[in-house]
Every structure is written in structure tokens, then in C-alpha cells.
């Protein structure tokens, strides 16, 4: 059964999704205000928000100032639900956990905590230090998978992998070497949607050299990552990728280039597409899935089945 304050928090997660384009390099973050939960009325949303764009208001701070003038008594006995840990510091807007005590409000929950350095639960703690009832870890999963690629790149100081390629339904990525048609145009569609929501892509050198992949967003709306084609003599530099704030990365070359990730175990994130109707006689195998590839999803688009991978969580 659903609890309300999943229901809330379901809202939050669709309200952040919003801010998938502009608010990077941050975190998609949504905030929803209810009020009536303490004194046992009906409970009735009178604010909500998102990050929309870097350098601009907070989840938060949006949520507040979408609050009507007649509903701002409500706030003393009104409940904040934030998808993300509100921060705790100066950045390039004031902290969002003192705004929250400054307005009063009873009690707050939150999806999960923040990894940035600079907040990590200091957020939580100033809002439990100011008397404010804090409940943290409703729906967490989903919001911690809503911002794995923002927690990925501060965690482990690189982009969020995205290995991907498509297969004939007897596992092969070519007709005996030679380029070959997998995809749909719908599966393509959805593979260019992916590429407008990602940082970079990256293939190596034979396979630009072979099939000259444009690896931009011509068959959907949004920017196009940036391009990088690698080899020997032109490693993948995760270190410098960082450094320019590059969050995910999607890798599309052929299989010596996917299995240099493979064996690093340099991957978060697998996508296979699979024409379940096209065999060839011969060519290059598919890359072998690791031991620790569980799927997420899998799903058929026009007789294609695309299924994607993470990795299996230890313990």
C-alpha cells in the first residue's frame, strides 16, 4: 500500500525529471510543500518546484516562493518533500536547509542523501538541529537512480558509463566485418534520445574510420554530446573528463573498445539492443555480458528487444 508520503515523493521525482537538460552540472532535484499534516485536515499540496537551471534557484527555494501569500500561515504545520538532501552550503545560491528553518515548517522528508562532499548529510543535520521532525530514505532507490550519474562522477571522480550496442539475434555486431542495419527507425529514435540526455559518446578509431558515425542527435531535440574517438595512441582520459565536468559517457564503438571497459570494469550501465528477426551467416561477436550484469529493464520496440544491465550490488 502507498503511503502519503510516497505519493509525495513520487510527485518530487516527477517534478526534478523536468530539469534533466538544464540543470547540470547539479542534480535534478524536486520539492514538494503539503500542508494540513499536523493537524489532521485534509492534507492539500500548496507548493512544489524544481531545480530548473544551474545557477538559479533550488528545488527548494521554488517550491517556497510557489506558495500563495493566504497559504503562508500554513507553513508552521506544513511538511517539506524534498527528492534530494536540501544543501547546506554557500554555492552559487544560498543554502537551501537554512531557508527551509526559516520558514518553519514542521517536518520534512527526504528521498536520500546527498554525496557531494559539501553537503553529506550536514543538510539533515541542520534541519534536525533547528527542531524540524526530518524522516530521510522514502523511495530511495529511485531517487538515488534518478541522480546516479551526478553521484557516479562525485563518488568515484568519473563520468557514468554507459556501454551500448546493438546485435543480430544470433550475436553478432556486423555481417562478416561489414557495417549492418540492427536497429529500427523507432529503436534509433530512442538511441539518439539517449545521446541528447549524455554528456559525451565515444567510439574508437576503427570504427570511425569504417563507418564515420556522426554520433549527434539528428533524429531527436537536444544538444549533442560531445565526440571523442579513441585508440593506442589516444587513450580515454577519465581524469580530464572530470575535470570538464563531463557526468556520463556513453560508449558506442566496436567490441575491442567495449571490451577495454569490460575487463577495467569500467562500466555502470549496459545497453543491448537485440533484432530479434535478423541472423547472419557471420562477423564479429557481441561483447560477453560480465558475470555481475543483472537487468533492469527489458523491453520490445518493433520486434527489437532492448535490455539493459547494472551491475549486481555486493553484499
Known sequence: ??????????????LARNGR?????????????????????????????????CGE???EVNAFASVSPADEEL?????IYVSLEPCAHYGKTPPCADLIVKKGVLRAVVGCIDEFAQVQGRGIQKLRDAGIDVSVGV???ECRALNRRFFTFHRLHRPYIILKWAQTANGFIDDNGRALAISTPFTQMLAHKLR????????????????????????WSG????RLVVDRTHPLNLDSLH????QSLIVEGGRKTLESFLIQGLWDEIRVETNTLLTVAGGTRAPQLPANAIVGSSRQYDGNQITTFFPAVEG
Open 21 to 53: 537538460q538544464n540543470a547540470k552540472p547539479n542534480p535534478m532535484v524536486g520539492a514538494v510543500i503539503v500542508a494540513n499534516t499536523a493537524s489532521g485536515g485534509e492534507p492539500r499540496i500548496i507548493g512544489e518546484g524544481y531545480h530548473v537551471r
Open 243 to 246: 575535470a570538464h565536468n563531463v
Open 196 to 219: 541528447s540526455e549524455e554528456d559525451a559518446i565515444l567510439v574508437g578509431r576503427v570504427t570511425d574510420e569504417r563507418e564515420h558515425p556522426q554520433l549527434n542527435v539528428r533524429h
Open 75 to 79: 507553513l508552521s504545520e506544513a511538511t
Open 223 to 226: 544538444p549533442d554530446p560531445k
Open 1 to 14: 500500500m502507498t503511503t502519503d508520503d510516497e505519493r509525495y515523493m513520487r510527485r518530487c521525482l516527477q
Open 139 to 141: 523511495l530511495e532507490a
Open 57 to 59: 534557484g533550488h528545488a
